[in-house]
């Protein structure tokens, strides 16, 4: 029996049961529907993408796995330097692993031992209020979102110092902890899981100015907000961090995988004459062949396609659809590249909402006190305004609300 994620068993509604996928929509037996939040925010391509299957089953004929411990081969070489040469600044080199949660280890691990190798003390951790990194313990603990994590006590998060996307805030910090701190982990412009908050980059610009003032690693968790979401290729276009952490869109869904990229600071401080300078890490599927093949494939056509255009045209016509909406049950409607959120103030009246769009020919998933929409690059006009008249649909015209 299967054990689904996010849910009570006991109380869980049978599952829509796919028997294919093309483009933005998923089929079910009797259905056809879009989907509006890309099977978690990574189907960037939309399904069955000749380009992607085919390069992914042409690396199958040749082997599907080998170790990176004393072997490499010539896809991870190649999105490798493709990485190097498409990300900002001095992001140069890639350590890769199986899932966003495990590359966000990596990137909490990596800036806590590269502060163990300098000799220095620096045991806190800076992160927001609202963050979500994953799911693994030390993700959790950098985490800040009680319906995912409330199995930790205050104890466990002791040295994890969580802060408002507030400037005040962010200088008072570094003012009392700045020396204490080995790493300040952000998801940069959009906050997720969390409640898909959204922040001002000047707030990433004032944090980089500190972390370089104190000494501290700056983080980028863009597992999410990676590859366009937040209307930029990357939020570390606009301010470069120390380390970026990619996922989901990376392989546009296709397959997981993830990575932890280290500018020249952090790789140096690991390079070295001692062993125990080394990183000790190492998950098995990391650079797995067909991984690095559709990631590959993934950013060829990202490029070639003009998706930041597309991005960008879909924010335009959003903005277009829910301008001037409003309802009593809605606290704030907020967009920002591919993503629409509607934030109620009571979380019971999403109740019913998933089933309601189903009927209607869209896949949605309501979490928390928010309906949202994370929109595949692909879609057609007449897609986006059926997934924004779906959700205001949703509040005009059910009775008793």
Same mark, same amino acid.
């Given at each position: 029996?299967?054990?689904?994620?996010?849910? @009570?068993?006991?109380?869980?509604?049978?599952?829509?049961?796919?028997?294919? *996928?093309?483009?933005?929509?998923?089929?079910?037996?009797?259905?056809?529907?879009?989907?509006?939040?890309?099977?978690?925010?990574? #189907?960037?391509?939309?399904?069955?993408?000749?380009?992607?299957?085919?390069?992914?089953?042409?690396?199958?004929?040749?082997?599907?796995?080998?170790?990176?411990?004393?072997?490499?081969?010539?896809?991870?070489?190649?999105?490798?330097?493709?990485?190097?040469?498409?990300?900002?600044?001095?992001?140069?080199?890639?350590?890769?692993?199986?899932?966003?949660?495990?590359?966000?280890?990596?990137?909490?691990?990596?800036?806590?031992?590269?502060?163990?190798?300098?000799?220095?003390?620096?045991?806190?951790?800076?992160?927001?209020?609202?963050?979500?990194?994953?799911?693994?313990? #030390?993700?959790?603990?950098?985490?800040?979102?009680?319906?995912?994590?409330?199995?930790?006590?205050?104890?466990?998060?002791?040295?994890?110092?969580?802060?408002?996307?507030?400037?005040? *805030?962010?200088?008072?910090?570094? @003012?009392?902890?700045?020396?204490?701190?080995?790493?300040?982990?952000?998801?940069?412009?959009?906050?997720?899981?969390?409640?898909?908050?959204?922040?001002?980059?000047?707030?990433?610009?004032?944090?980089?100015?500190?972390?370089?003032?104190?000494?501290?690693?700056?983080?980028?968790?863009?597992?999410?907000?990676?590859?366009?979401?937040?209307?930029?290729?990357?939020?570390?276009?606009?301010?470069?961090?120390?380390?970026?952490?990619?996922?989901?869109?990376?392989?546009?869904?296709?397959?997981?995988?993830?990575?932890?990229?280290?500018?020249?600071?952090?790789?140096?401080?690991?390079?070295?004459?001692?062993?125990?300078?080394?990183?000790?890490?190492?998950?098995?599927?990391?650079?797995?062949?067909?991984?690095?093949?559709?990631?590959?494939?993934?950013?060829?056509?990202?490029?070639?396609?003009?998706?930041?255009?597309?991005?960008?045209?879909?924010?335009?016509?959003?903005?277009?659809?829910?301008?001037?909406?409003?309802?009593?049950?809605?606290?704030?409607?907020?967009?920002?590249?591919?993503?629409?959120?509607?934030?109620?103030?009571?979380?019971?009246?999403?109740?019913?909402?998933?089933?309601?769009?189903?009927?209607?020919?869209?896949?949605?998933?309501?979490?928390?006190?928010?309906?949202?929409?994370?929109?595949?690059?692909?879609?057609?006009?007449?897609?986006?305004?059926?997934?924004?008249?779906?959700?205001?649909?949703?509040?005009?015209?059910?009775?008793?609300?």
């Amino acid at each position: 029996m299967i054990w689904y994620p996010y849910v @009570q068993m006991k109380k869980m509604k049978t599952p829509y049961k796919i028997i294919d *996928a093309e483009g933005v929509y998923l089929y079910t037996q009797d259905n056809k529907m879009i989907d509006s939040v890309s099977s978690w925010w990574c #189907m960037i391509h939309g399904y069955k993408n000749k380009e992607i299957n085919e390069a992914m089953k042409s690396q199958i004929d040749r082997f599907s796995h080998v170790m990176l411990g004393g072997l490499t081969h010539e896809p991870v070489l190649k999105l490798s330097e493709k990485l190097k040469d498409f990300l900002p600044g001095d992001l140069d080199y890639c350590f890769f692993s199986d899932s966003g949660s495990v590359a966000v280890e990596v990137a909490l691990k990596m800036a806590l031992q590269f502060n163990i190798n300098r000799g220095s003390g620096r045991k806190k951790l800076l992160s927001l209020t609202s963050s979500y990194h994953g799911d693994t313990f #030390m993700c959790m603990k950098a985490g800040d979102d009680e319906d995912y994590h409330f199995i930790l006590t205050e104890d466990d998060k002791k040295d994890v110092i969580h802060i408002p996307t507030e400037i005040d *805030a962010l200088e008072k910090a570094f @003012q009392k902890h700045g020396k204490e701190f080995y790493a300040f982990i952000v998801e940069p412009l959009l906050q997720g899981a969390g409640g898909m908050k959204m922040y001002s980059i000047d707030f990433l610009k004032r944090a980089r100015e500190l972390c370089d003032e104190y000494d501290v690693i700056f983080i980028f968790d863009e597992v999410a907000t990676g590859f366009g979401r937040t209307g930029n290729r990357f939020a570390a276009d606009l301010v470069l961090p120390d380390i970026l952490v990619l996922g989901k869109a990376l392989t546009a869904g296709y397959i997981g995988h993830a990575v932890t990229v280290a500018n020249h600071k952090v790789y140096n401080g690991f390079y070295s004459d001692k062993d125990t300078d080394a990183l000790m890490h190492g998950p098995t599927f990391m650079g797995n062949p067909v991984a690095c093949s559709a990631a590959l494939k993934s950013i060829e056509i990202f490029e070639r396609e003009n998706y930041m255009g597309k991005i960008k045209h879909i924010e335009d016509v959003v903005r277009n659809l829910v301008s001037g909406f409003t309802h009593p049950l809605i606290r704030e409607i907020r967009f920002m590249g591919g993503c629409l959120c509607f934030q109620v103030y009571d979380p019971s009246c999403l109740i019913g909402f998933q089933e309601y769009a189903y009927q209607r020919g869209v896949f949605s998933r309501p979490f928390l006190d928010i309906m949202y929409a994370m929109f595949p690059y692909i879609i057609q006009d007449d897609e986006i305004r059926q997934v924004v008249d779906v959700m205001k649909d949703w509040f005009t015209e059910q009775k008793g609300i």
